[in-house]
């Protein structure tokens, strides 16, 4: 059936019926069957009719509305006015148009009512707000509406009308904004029910159901934009508790005496209910005195040094503080400079304690669910939280259970996001590290996040060079305490030459040698140096290749039978290697070629490939697991010339790129790939 175009009957023409979009063609199929030649007469009259209907039926919608506001605008008696707002709410829910205006427009009606009316008695809230509860099922209420029902929660919480009338328009707002920075007024609203939800009897364990209930029973939630609305509208409350001490001038110290440690005279008054407390000089002097005595170095002799650690052939940074640097600190260098600043405390008005309080136990609750705690990880990586709030003991004390979720969680995605967002800038890792302004453990939890780092893919020089440099004090102070993570991070820095300070190698060295486990480690170190002597001692094979089905022991036993060094080529295609094997082929000197075609070698092996395998010219991936976290690692490897990606995970995006980082790259394959 074809449509008719440009036919004219009582001055109307089916052009100008399409422009207005009234005559919906799949909602009339009554009118359509009744057809029996393009352009006849009868859908030209049935859609005459249809936007006389709509018209008719607006134009008495139109006059409904000014009655009801003119009725309205001059209340007498509530009862009445009660009356007229179920009609109205009534009429709104029986009208045939079909338009967002025909439910909002009750809904303004009395939020202006209600701002206009300020006397009011709670019990005739109450029975306003129960009379357009059936708006809100559909609708969010207008930002008065939503400064009216904030106003409800904050003076009666324990109302039924919050849970009955105001949970389902939550509920809806958190499944279905977009965007809370257009109404603001929505987010204080769900902000102000969760307090009101926490003020019940059961207080938080009511918070936690509803959590519960947005997430749904399952293990994944169906609604994408619950956890960053309930993110949201957490940031911003804590981010309220912290307001009145951040927007005052007499009360909040300036980034330079804070980076000092607030040592300088104040004669502030602690006038607002947040305030900053300075500890005693006794006090203070008693702390300064247990920091410098923590940064003085403790050189324990060793009476036998097993191995010769020799300095790597490369250059590599010094470890030494930049000085002198005059630029704006950043926000834990801020928090963390002085010895005085970690005396520092904040105290909280009784309100904004148990605000604080409800909104890191949200953060906890949205912690606890698998499948947000990588998207809530990606949100909190920034750290978007206020300073104040980071020099506050009891915020960070109770943030560190989201901080220790992130960090057992074995996903990478997950656990990336403790460190910082970009080079250059702190991140979680940093502030919970001994000597950041969060960490009051001694360096439990540091020691947790660089187990899961470093069993991942972060073993890699690149990390193990910044914990050098940064961290090198604590990772010895808890490698004396038998921390077993600390000492093979320790054994990993001497292993792949991190270190070029003579003393500062002896120095790890006595730290191994303190502990039994520490011992035992070194020991092992020593045997692999001698072994890897051994293998890169000149002679040997130049091409090897190992037979089909063998494994990653296979190989550990074959390049411990003897040496290797002048070993060029090595073919490992349709054997049972993995990643793991990795570990031994970046001993191999001379290695230049590599055939890992059909095996399990995957994303893990790859980095540390890239980190030590610099020579390597040519490499075949055929076949194998790897994907673009992986391949992206290859852009070091400059002496690439000749590279197999065929049937690989390779998208479009990354080939591009290792196009245009590998320069001597002339020979690649990339069939059976995005990219192809």
Known sequence: MTKPTGYMENSVSYSAIEDVQLLSWENAPKYCLQLTIPGGTVLLQAANSYLRDQWFHSLQWKKKIYKYKKVLSNPSRWEVVLKEIRTLVDMALTSPLQDDSINQAPLEIVSKLLSEN????????ENIIVAIAPLLENNHPPPDLCEFFCKHCRERPRSMVVIEVFTPVVQRILKHNMDFGKCPRLRLFTQEYILALNELNAGMEVVKKF???????????????????????CLAAIYSCY??????????????????????PCDRKPTLPLRLLHPSPDLVSQEATLSEARLKSVVVASSEIHVEVEPASTAKPALTASAGDDNEPNLIDCLMVSPACSTMSIELGPQADRTLGCYVEILKLLSDYDDWRPSLASLLQPIPFPKEALAHEKFTKELKYVIQRFAEDPRQEVHSCLLSVRAGKDGWFQLYSPGGVACDDDGELFASMVHILMGSCYKTKKFLLSLAENKLGPCMLLALR??????EILCLMLEYNIIDNNDTQLQIISTLESTGVGKRMYEQLCDRQRELKELQRKGGPTRLTLPSKSTDA????????????????????????????????????????????STQFGDAGLRLLSEHLTMLQVLNLCETPVTDAGLLALSSMKSLCSLNMNSTKLSADTYEDLKAKLPNLKEVDVRYTEAW
Not at 118 to 125: D, F, G, K, R, W
Not at 213 to 233: F, Q
Not at 482 to 487: D, I, L, P, R, S
């Open 243 to 264: 307001e009145e001490f951040i927007n005052s001038r007499d009360n909040s110290p300036s980034l330079k005496e804070i980076r000092n440690g607030c040592q300088q």
């Open 554 to 597: 296979d190989l550990a036993r074959l390049l411990s039978s003897g040496s290797f060094g002048n070993l060029e080529n090595l073919s490992l295609a349709f054997t049972n290697v993995t990643s793991a094997c990795a570990e031994h082929l970046i001993k191999l000197p001379s290695l230049k070629q590599l055939n890992l075609w």
């Open 482 to 487: 038998g921390n077993q993570t600390m000492v």
């Open 211 to 233: 959590i519960q209930s947005m997430h749904g029973p399952t293990g994944h939630c169906p609604h994408p934009r619950v956890l960053p609305n309930l993110v949201a509208v």
């Open 118 to 125: 300020t006397n009011l008695t709670t019990q005739e809230h």
